[in-house]
């Protein structure tokens, strides 16, 4: 596989609302990578607009925590 560079994951920007980072693409675009994929292991990130691809460079510990999100809210009940 070729890639285009290989960047530090410092060097991306998160978005936490839609849980991926990004990094700018030469052809105006931007490489995007799901913070779930990191967690899996993947560390290609691709453009979606061109063929364009990075390699992230990181450590699964650094990456922020996974937020657990609760199935079901508590309701208080009087009796």
Known sequence: MSFYDEIEIEDMTYDSALEIYHYPCP???RFEIAIAD???GEE???C???SLMIKV???VDDL???EKKEDAQKVAVAT
């Open 64 to 66: 922020p925590k996974e």
């Open 48 to 50: 979606p607009s061109c």
């Open 27 to 29: 052809c105006g675009d």
């Open 38 to 40: 990191l967690r899996d």
């Open 57 to 59: 460079i990181f450590e």
């Open 44 to 46: 290609v990130a691709v």
